[in-house]
């Protein structure tokens, strides 16, 4: 049994909940086993991003709930902001 989004905010107190957001962009590939899938979300310029084992029914144009927290990742040598999502469910 999957725990209940409530659960997951009250054990992790940096964990955030979106929900009913439009996904306005969605990629996908593959980084050795995994298959990183990279969202981005309508009125937001960070990108949200997850691992998977396989590839997805693409999300574009699709309305999501979301739990992530925020992260930092370096690029270059320069550190940008991204959301490590835990949990992505279709609206």
């Given amino acids: ?3 209940v989004p409530e659960a997951l905010l009250k054990k992790h ?14 990629t996908q590939r593959e980084v050795g086993e995994w298959v990183l899938q ?3 979300i309508e009125g937001c310029d960070v990108p949200f991003k ?7 029914k693409s999300l ?6 979301l739990i992530y927290y925020p992260a930092k990742e370096s690029v ?3 550190e940008i902001e991204v959301m490590q999502v835990v949990r992505v469910r279709r609206y």
């Fill in 38 to 40: 990279t969202l981005m």
């Fill in 13 to 26: 107190a940096n964990l955030v909940q979106s929900e009913g957001v439009t996904v306005v962009s969605h």
């Fill in 76 to 78: 270059a040598g320069f």
């Fill in 50 to 56: 997850y691992k998977r084992p396989k590839r997805f």
């Fill in 1 to 3: 049994m999957k725990p």
């Fill in 60 to 65: 574009q144009g699709q309305k999501v709930n």
